[in-house]
Structures are given as C-alpha cells and as structure tokens.
C-alpha cells in the first residue's frame, strides 16, 4: 500500500517544482534591479550629493527599503496571498527604474533617494522568492527548493551589469539615466512571470493557531540562523557597496567596477545549483560556517592590494562566502516554525537581517572616506568570529538536548 503521507508529499514536491523554475526566472529579472542600484548608485551618489561622504546613501536608501518593506511583505502575504505581494513588489521596481532616471535627468539627489528605497521594498519582496519556493514541499526538498530560486540569481549578475554597460551612455550627458528606464521595464516583465507562480490565497484555517513570535525567536536554532544571516549579509554588502566608489578613487575605470560587480553577483548565486545538496549532506550550521570563513577570506583579499584582480578577487569569494552562509541560515530558519508561522516568522528573520544591513550601510560611505579601503575589509572580521562561536555553541547546545525533548520540539514545529 501506498504511504498517503509520501503521496501528499510528491504532489506537494510538484508543485513546488513547477514553482520553483518561475520563481528562479523572477530572481533573475530582480536581481537585476539591485545590480544596476549598486553598480551605479555611489557614482551618481558622488555627482549628485553635496558631499562625497553621501555618496553611498543612495545604496543605503535601498537598503532601508529592504529593511521597511519586510514585515509589509510578510503581512500582506499572510493576508492576501504572496502573489499579492509579488505583485507590488515588482509595481515598486517598475516604479524605482522611472524615478531614477527622473532624479538623473533633473539632477535631483533627493529624488534618487527616493527611487532606490522604492528600489528596496521591490528588492524586499525578492527575499520572500526563496521561502515561497519552499511552500509545501517535504522537508527534503526544501532546502534545494530555496538554494535553486537563488541560482536564478546567476542570470541577475549577467543581466544587471550588462545591462548598465550597454545603456549607460545612450542618454548623453546623463550618464546611466536609460539604464533606469530600461531596468524599470525588466521589472514589468519579472510581474508578468510571477504572476504565473501558484501560491494560493491563505485559507482561514491555514492562519490560525501557531505560537508567539516571541516564543519561536527565543529558540536558539532560530538565534543562531537570524545571528549568521545578519552578519552574513551586512559584511557582504559593506564590501560590496564601497567597492565601485573604492575603485574610482584608486584610479580604475567604470568598467572595471562593472566587471567586478558582474562576476560578485555571478559569485553570490551560482553556488546555489549545489548548495542544497550540500546542506542536504553536511547539515546547515557547516555550510554556513564555511560561508563566514570565505567571506573573512574575501576581505583579506581585498587587504593585500587594491589592483584591480584584488578588488575582482574580494568580490568574488566574499560573494561565494554570502551564498553559502545566507542560504544555509535560511534553511536553519525553516527548521524553526510550523506552517502557520512561516510568514511572520520568515518576515521577522529578514527584517533583523535587513535592519542591521541598513544601520551598517549608512556608515559604508563615511567609513570608505574617511579611513580608506582596508578598514572597510578589516570591519569584517569580529562579527565572523561572532557568528562562528554562535554556531558552535548552538550546535554544542543541540548535542546535549535529551531525545525526547528533540522529538517533541520536531512535533511543535509540525515535521
């Protein structure tokens, strides 16, 4: 006889299947609006700001949007579906393209501010892609579920810097202005793919029940997967942020910048056709330790010199180190909730990720301009060791859990 449970199993595995080569698609098209904001947002900072200091708030301001739009995202998932929430997503990135190219034409920096927020909250809902491909399937597949819509990312790195060398001088003198225009159309074709993407509007039994947030938060599986995700992704974008403005004022040109910054968005999310098999293998908590030592790795890289192939080298392992730690923290925070939480407890991980990620990355331009290179690379290193030791103590912790405790916090979560 057939098992019912492995049946329901592999038709919710199909499902998600079918979801997951959408959602990759929709990764593609929106990653390509980050990669155009953060190859040319400190340049267009620089020109437009009344200082050089505040030449990365227009990066900064997209990553508020992040950090503003993931608890909206989770809510309105919860409420109205996550199509509904895609939807609006990508209506902010189609609108984040116009306003762009408005605050160049104009020579508006205020008006950018607004344009890259506008491009975080899009690039907010982008995060709820990776937990929406795990909607449903069995806990084996939800791991490669999550690293494959990352993977869509790969195309992201390909299309966003290529797109900016293509379009960035059609406006002359506006440099980069069509850029704008030409990214706010991907986002009106990134709506179209999602809105194909089955993920059904919430029924009434679906929302209740489910445990305090406060209760799930205070697990410290969930600490140590929230803790690494908010090292790893800060770090990451520390780096990333001050690199293209670094390599200007070391005398390297724009296409430089946009060749590092290609193949770092290539590095961010090409692991991910194997990460899933390698949490799968090794258990989370050590790909997400490799990932943290990769990106310690990165910056020490980026110590050495600051030719070009040490900034592209940087970039590149610390974006291999992101992918594997900030994956690797998303599949500990599946491990954390029941079915019924999932959305305000995966809104509540991204927004501490993404919280953090905006107080750091308003400090990046003050950091670069002020102390130079290597101490953006040297700021790396206490919050790895940080999240190492977490890790290792959450692990130590899990070792000494009495079996039946084991067993019953899995009956909480529902697996």
Same mark, same amino acid.
């Given at each position: 006889m057939v098992d019912a449970t492995a049946t329901c199993?592999?038709?919710?595995? !199909?499902?998600?299947?079918?979801?997951?080569?959408? @959602?990759? /698609?929709?990764?593609? *098209?929106? &990653?390509a609006n980050a990669a155009v904001i953060f190859a040319t947002g400190a340049i267009i900072g620089a020109q437009l700001a009344p200082s050089v200091a505040l030449a990365t708030v227009p990066i900064s301001m997209y990553v508020v949007g992040l950090a503003a739009g993931t608890l909206p995202t989770?809510?309105?998932?919860?409420?109205?579906?996550?199509?509904?929430?895609?939807?609006?997503? !990508?209506?902010?990135?189609?609108?984040?393209?116009? @306003?762009? /190219?408005?605050?160049? *034409?104009? &020579?508006?920096?205020?008006?950018?501010?607004?344009?890259?927020f506008l491009g975080g909250l899009y690039g907010a809902v982008a995060q709820s892609y990776r937990f929406a491909a795990a909607d449903g399937a069995s806990a084996d597949y939800r791991p490669k579920a999550v690293s494959w819509v990352m993977a869509g990312g790969v195309f992201a790195g390909v299309l966003g810097p290529q797109l900016v060398q293509w379009t960035m001088e059609i406006w002359q003198p506006y440099l980069f202005a069509f850029s704008y225009v030409v990214q706010a159309a991907v986002a009106l074709i990134a709506m179209a793919v999602l809105w194909s993407v089955d993920a059904p509007k919430p029924q009434p039994a679906d929302l209740a029940g489910g445990r305090p947030l406060l209760q799930i938060v205070r697990q410290p599986r969930f600490i140590a997967a929230a803790l690494c995700g908010v090292i790893a992704y800060p770090m990451m974008n520390l780096v990333m942020t001050s690199a293209p403005l670094a390599m200007q004022m070391c005398g390297l040109p724009v296409s430089d910048s946009n060749f590092g910054l290609q193949w770092h968005i290539v590095a961010m999310y090409a692991p991910s056709f194997v990460t899933g098999s390698l949490i799968a293998r090794f258990g989370a908590p050590r790909v997400v330790a490799l990932g943290l030592v990769l990106e310690a790795a990165g910056a020490s890289i980026g110590i050495m010199g600051i030719s070009a192939p040490h900034f592209w080298a940087?970039?590149?392992?610390?974006?291999?180190?992101?992918?594997?730690?900030?994956?690797?923290?998303?599949?500990?925070?599946?491990?954390?909730?029941?079915?019924?939480?999932k959305n305000k407890v995966q809104a509540f991980n991204d927004f501490l990720v993404f919280g953090m990620m905006a107080l750091g990355s308003f400090s990046s331009g003050q950091l670069l301009a002020n102390y130079g290179w290597t101490t953006v690379n040297l700021t790396v290193f206490p919050p790895v060791l940080l999240g190492l030791i977490v890790l290792a103590i959450s692990g130590w912790a899990k070792s000494r859990?009495?079996?039946?405790?084991?067993?019953?916090?899995?009956?909480?979560?529902?697996?």
């Open positions: 199993e592999i038709s919710d595995d !199909a499902r998600a299947r079918s979801n997951v080569w959408r @959602l990759a /698609a929709a990764q593609a *098209l929106t &990653g989770g809510a309105i998932a919860r409420r109205y579906g996550r199509r509904a929430s895609f939807m609006i997503g !990508a209506g902010c990135g189609a609108a984040a393209g116009a @306003l762009g /190219a408005l605050a160049i *034409l104009y &020579g508006s920096f205020a008006l950018f501010c607004v344009a890259t940087t970039l590149f392992v610390i974006g291999v180190g992101w992918n594997f730690a900030f994956v690797g923290a998303s599949a500990l925070v599946l491990e954390t909730h029941q079915p019924s939480e859990k009495p079996i039946a405790a084991q067993a019953v916090e899995l009956a909480d979560r529902g697996v």
